[in-house]
């Protein structure tokens, strides 16, 4: 159990900050006042660059997320700023009824917001809500327009505050935490387009609500850290976590998923067949002797998604492998004793 505790945390780069002093979860009430009032985020909207997110956060927003299955579940995450920065150091999920395609806070999650921040100070626990998190069940990390609204909302009354997405389904399938943070622009502001596709893969009847927001929102470097005072949480969180892996298989916990993956990718196959049997023909003169660059991007990302779903369920099959042969073989050496 240790052993996959530890796995966990290099395969989710997570980082060990100074044992002696935990600087990171150390909580300067004046400091934070100063920063609010010198608020220079209004300045620059890409000003902040990064989020650390600590190990107990983020285990508990990925055990919440599972939690919800199809339906997206939303929490919020206290925190503290430094400098262009923000640091979660723990999160607590919202009582908010989800759909499969949005969640929205009522005013029963409202309240229960504002009671248990009060109680949480109460008990010592100085930091505010810094942003809130939701599941995306496995249609990645984005924003969708109401995520955008909700945000944008956020950042007009209680600023600075940050938005985390979370795929339960990816993160089962991948063995690794899918997880995305994002701040929006102002109204006003117009962003420089950005190099390089940004290519993920999203399911055909997201894609249009993906990209009609994309250039709404930017994304922040995501990275995260434990320490010393956390460890024995940690350890007890990672428990609870680890039987619920242990007892699960990503290709029976996930099938859903993975047979919407497969019927989204022969739906884009199709499209990218269509597309090239009625572009023009090779030979053409002033052809350059291949396919427009379009159609090659289409076909590239039609590629890109079929090897990540093999190498998923390659995944999967190996987790089963393992367990089959660690626990049965415990059996079967047992037998070969005894006799």
Known sequence: MET????????????????????LYSYDGEEQKAIQNAHPWRKDPNYFKNVRI?????????????????????????GK????????????????????????????ANEYMVE????????????NAVGWYHSHPGYGCWLSGIDVGTQMTQQTFQDPFLAVVIDPDRTISAGKVEIGAFRTYPEEYK??????????????AKIEDFGAHSSRYYSLEVSHFKSSLDTRLLELLWNKYW?????????????DYTSKQMQDLSQKIRNAEQSVSSGPKMGTQGMSGRLGTGKDSQL??????????????ITGLLA???????FNGIETSRESAST
């Open 191 to 204: 962003p420089a387009a950005e190099r390089g596709d940004g290519y993920q893969t999203i399911p055909l």
């Open 243 to 255: 039987v619920s892996t242990l007892s699960q298989s990503p290709l029976f916990t996930n099938r």
């Open 300 to 313: 590239d990302k039609v590629v890109k998604d079929s090897n990540k779903i093999a190498g998923e369920e």
């Open 81 to 108: 700023i430094i400098d262009d920065s923000f640091i979660v150091t723990d999160a607590f999920r919202l009582p908010v009824e989800g759909t499969e395609t949005r969640v929205n806070a009522v005013d029963e």
């Open 116 to 127: 248990y921040l009060r109680a949480s100070r109460e008990a010592g626990q100085m930091e």
């Open 4 to 23: 996959a505790l530890r796995s966990w945390e290099f395969d989710n780069a997570v980082e060990l900050v100074d044992p002696q002093r935990d600087a």
């Open 320 to 326: 089963g492998v393992v367990k089959d042969r660690l």
């Open 54 to 78: 600590s190990a107990v956060a983020l285990l508990k927003m990925v055990m919440h997320a599972r939690s919800g299955g199809s339906i997206e579940v939303m929490g919020l995450m206290q």
